[in-house]
């Protein structure tokens, strides 16, 4: 788990933006993690997990795409009861998933941009740390 920067690009919403968008991503050596389109009308907005964020954005601004940054958190090794787990403590704690985006399976990768990132962070660990703890003797 890690909290990473997320990049947003917003784009008319017409075909080959996202084509025009990873050719400047790629030509400046910098990889693609994660993404996921939102459709916004007239618009949509692409949010890209990168390998180096602070030098794709440096890229995309240059080539005069309008994008904004913020903090996400990603997980990794999450399976369905897990997310279950985490989205009913986040919840009970009156944390809002924004939007979330990803992956169960082999290659599971989960992004979530949170109400109150800080809080959603310590939640996720303390539901990691009570799977790990062995289990009290009744003795």
Do not use: C
């Amino acid at each position: 788990m890690k909290v990473r920067k997320q990049i947003s690009v917003f784009v008319e919403n017409k075909p080959g933006r996202l084509s025009k968008v990873l050719e400047v991503l790629r030509d400046g050596g910098i990889g693609v993690e994660a993404f996921m389109i939102a459709d916004a009308g007239e618009f949509g907005i692409i949010h890209l997990i990168l390998s180096d964020p602070a030098r794709g954005k440096e890229r995309l601004v240059e080539s005069s795409f309008a994008i904004s940054e913020s903090d996400v958190l990603v997980l990794g090794s999450v399976d369905q009861d897990l997310l279950l787990e985490l989205s009913t403590e986040l919840g009970r704690s009156d944390i809002n998933i924004q939007y979330a985006y990803g992956s169960l399976g082999e290659k599971d990768l989960i992004v979530m941009k949170l109400s109150d990132l800080e809080r959603g962070e310590e939640i996720f660990k303390g539901i990691l740390s009570s799977r790990r703890a062995p289990p009290a003797s009744s003795e």
